[in-house]
């Protein structure tokens, strides 16, 4: 059980954490979340994930590494410890993604996956390596604006919600394990959202389909502030095995 909740967050963070463009983030920035489940009448808080942004160069092109680390508390390490990395390196102009690194430690399962991604031929190099299995090499098609499960949540923070009508939705390409989904970013308004670290702030509301009935809910929700940073601040989501949030805890660097 421990497993599916914590994958049911991630994948909801990881696809929304770190929407952003050049405008709304820099070198430096640092979020950190904490990320509960509801059982037994309360919430409980079970796993942090941290979210940096740092420059970098590859082959003299100035890059951005965006850095996703997940894992659980101590306390819950018992039951199931996480211990993932994810790594974009990104065009800061384009918000495209060169490079992508996954390295996935949960419980006895671990999985490597990278991806290089090739623009002019609409192409990516994919490698996967699943335990101590033979990895898997391929090259697979891409389109135009194909994004990792990193690079996408920054460059949705370059979205511009301040004119969108509510129900607007902004059709996305991502490869996820090496292959290539279609999901949907969905607009549904403004709401206020009290946080310990901001207090009350004014955000944006948007829902997600990722197109697998498993994780597809409109009340899984995310807010990010409704300015020129877009930070996102709360996420709410309800998984096959109950309900989870994860929240805005610490935060540096921001633009």
């Known amino acids: 059980m421990i497993k599916k909740i914590v994958l049911g967050f991630a994948l909801i963070l990881w696809v929304f954490s770190t929407y952003a463009q050049a405008n709304a983030y820099k070198p430096g920035e640092t979020l950190i ?9 309360a919430w ?3 796993a942090q994930v941290t979210m940096k942004v740092t420059g970098t160069k590859y082959k003299n092109l100035p890059l951005y590494r965006l850095t996703v680390i997940a894992q659980t508390y101590k306390d819950w ?4 410890k996480i211990r993932d990395i994810y790594q974009s390196w990104i065009n800061p ?15 006895n399962f671990n999985m490597i996956v ?10 990516a190099n994919v490698f996967i390596k699943v335990k101590q299995n033979k990895p898997r090499k391929y090259r697979t098609t891409i389109t135009p604006k194909t994004f990792d ?31 290539l989904r279609h999901i949907k970013v969905i607009y549904k308004g403004k709401a206020n959202i009290n946080n310990k670290l901001l207090g009350k702030v004014k955000c944006y509301k948007l829902g997600l389909v990722l197109g697998d009935a498993r994780l597809d809910n409109p009340n899984n929700l995310l807010y990010v502030t409704a300015d020129k940073r877009k930070i996102p601040v709360f996420i709410k989501a309800t998984i096959p095995v109950g309900n989870i949030q994860v929240r805005l805890s610490n935060a540096s660097g921001l633009k």
């Open 33 to 41: 979340y904490t990320a509960s489940y509801y059982s037994s009448g």
């Open 44 to 46: 409980t808080d079970i």
């Open 77 to 80: 390490d018992s039951y199931f």
């Open 93 to 107: 102009k384009t918000g495209l993604p060169l490079l992508f690194s996954r390295n996935v430690n949960e419980g």
């Open 114 to 123: 990278k991806y290089a991604f090739y623009r002019k031929q609409r192409k």
């Open 149 to 179: 499960f990193v690079s996408l949540g920054y460059y949705v923070r370059g979205f511009n919600f301040s004119k969108a009508p509510i129900g607007k939705v902004y059709p996305i390409n991502i490869m996820i394990d090496g292959k």
